[in-house]
């Protein structure tokens, strides 16, 4: 069960990564002559680029902070099986948000080819790698203490 959770984890997490990098080539690609047809005036653009630079800045750590609560809300008396089920759900979660901020602002740039919406799709981009789901890094977060005590008794 525990393998086949990481390889579903995983898997999910590169096929969303391949998807957001597909995406942001074709819009990279396209953006010149797809923002020619919308005429946005100076100011719109700015609201546009302050809404998504918000939204980002906020989005980046609200989903670190609600992983981490969700995390914590995991009961240490349940089998690991099911708090790797509940570890999932918030994962899931996490990826969503940062790859769908990301896709709003290569939305923005398809739509004004503004530079800014590159840089946020790209914090965003490494928002979302840093996330690479691990192993080790999984069972820390849900076994912290059990990880520790084992550390310790290899060092005695």
């Known amino acids: 069960m525990e393998q086949k959770f990481f390889k579903q984890i995983q898997l999910f997490f590169w096929l969303v990564f ?67 089920r509940q570890y999932k759900a918030g994962f899931y979660i996490k990826i969503i948000t940062f790859e769908a901020l990301a896709v709003l602002s290569l939305l923005g740039y398809l739509v004004t080819f503004q530079q800014t919406f590159l840089i946020m799709s790209g914090l965003l981009g490494i928002a979302f790698l840093i996330n690479i789901p691990v192993k080790e890094r999984i069972l820390e977060e849900l076994e912290p203490e059990e990880l520790d005590e084992m550390g310790a008794d290899k060092n005695n």
């Open 18 to 84: 391949v998807a957001l990098i597909s995406f942001s080539v074709v819009t990279f690609a396209v953006a010149p002559k797809v923002s020619q047809f919308f005429s946005w005036t100076a100011q719109e653009v700015i609201n546009f680029k302050s809404i998504i630079i918000l939204l980002s800045l906020a989005g980046i750590p609200a989903a670190f902070v609600l992983h981490s609560k969700r995390v914590k809300r995991i009961s240490a008396s349940l089998p690991l099986s099911d708090r790797l």
